[in-house]
Each structure stands twice: as structure tokens, then as C-alpha cells.
């Protein structure tokens, strides 16, 4: 089980449309630059959506049919302008000066791109990824940009946040091990009850 909740930690706490598609159907499309903001800024306000605290399951891959509970807090910061994630696993001390795994996660628009940018507790690192809306408007999906802090342990590759209710959402990542080989993690949450 420990082995389960440190893979799952680190997949997950490391924790739509792939940029480059994006860009380039936009550009094939001829749409303006303005419509690629107001695409990012829509994107952000779907995901801003997701506010509150959320509690749930988190899978692997690499071992199927196993999971662990997690809890992941969203936070709107910053004046509106940026999305704050935490994850923790479920159980794990709220004490804030006991941060080795606990990850967060920023998305806020960039221009005209939806980033995400995550400080990664298991790769040491800050990966950047972009991403957007799909057509129906029930996921967001994000590509890798860059990272850094360096890949000697690994990197977060790609994150989908799947809307299925108010109170209902799915997280997919996947972090790349640093010999290349993907590690997918799936987070099935539900919308914390208010006491």
C-alpha cells in the first residue's frame, strides 16, 4: 500500500487540445490572435469553475484496480487572475511546514495560452504545459511546453481535467519517467460536502 500511495502521490501531485493542434487549426482557420485569448480566457473560467475542495480516488496505471484516497483543494487567487491546486494524500497532516509531497499546481492565461504550471514534489521540478477547451466544453487538456529544475527523476507530460457535474470531476496525468516510459494516473473526485 505504501508503494501505492507514493507512485500515486507522485503521479498525481506532481501533479484539451494539444497547443501545437490548437495554433495550427487556429492559423489554418485564419482566427485572429484576439480569439485565441478570448479561447484561453474561457478555458480558465470553465476550470475556475472547479473552486472548492474535493476528495476522491487515485489510480495508476502500473497497478490496476488499486488506488488511494486523496483530497485536492482549488483556490481562484491572485485577483481573479490564476487558479491555485493543491493535492494531498487523504489522511496526510494539514500541518503546512510538512510539504515533501505535496505538490501545487498554478493555471492562469499567458497572452493567448492557458498554462499550467506545476511544482512538481516527485521530479523536483516545474513543468509547463498549455492547453484549452475542447468543443463540447467538458475538458480541458494540457501538453507539455517545457520544464524547469531538470527531468533526473521525471516530469509531468499531460494533465486532462474532465468535467462530469458540479460536484463531479476526473483528472488524468501523466508524468514521463526519466527513461521515457509514461506513468498514467487517473483522480476520480467529488465535490467535498460544506459542514
Known amino acids: 500500500m505504501k508503494t501505492i500511495s507514493f507512485l500515486a502521490s507522485t503521479m498525481m501531485l506532481c501533479v ?3 497547443t501545437a493542434w490548437s495554433q495550427s487549426a487556429h492559423q489554418e482557420n485564419g482566427d485572429r490572435p484576439d480569439s485565441q485569448q478570448a479561447s484561453a480566457q474561457l478555458a480558465f473560467a470553465r476550470l475556475a ?6 476528495t476522491g480516488q487515485a489510480g495508476m496505471s502500473s497497478q490496476p484496480g488499486m488506488s488511494a484516497p486523496v483530497r485536492v483543494s482549488l483556490r481562484v487567487t491572485s485577483g481573479g487572475s490564476a487558479l491555485l491546486q493543491e ?12 510539504g515533501d509531497d505535496d505538490p501545487i499546481t498554478m493555471l492562469y492565461v499567458d497572452g493567448d495560452r492557458l498554462i499550467l504550471l506545476m511544482y512538481c514534489d516527485g521530479g523536483k521540478n516545474r513543468a ?3 492547453g484549452g477547451l475542447s468543443p463540447d466544453g467538458k475538458t480541458v487538456a494540457f501538453d507539455f511546453l517545457d520544464v524547469s529544475g531538470g527531468t533526473k527523476y521525471g516530469y509531468m507530460h499531460h494533465a486532462v ?8 470531476h476526473t483528472e488524468d496525468w501523466t508524468y514521463v519517467l526519466p527513461e521515457g516510459k509514461p506513468l498514467q494516473g487517473h483522480i476520480d ?3 467535498a460536502k460544506r459542514i
Open 16 to 18: 484539451s487540445t494539444t
Open 49 to 54: 469553475t472547479l473552486a472548492g475542495n474535493w
Open 87 to 98: 493535492m494531498l494524500p487523504q489522511g496526510k497532516s494539514d500541518d503546512p511546514s510538512n
Open 128 to 130: 509547463r504545459l498549455a
Open 161 to 168: 481535467f474532465t468535467f462530469i457535474d458540479a460536484d463531479h
Open 189 to 191: 473526485l467529488v465535490r
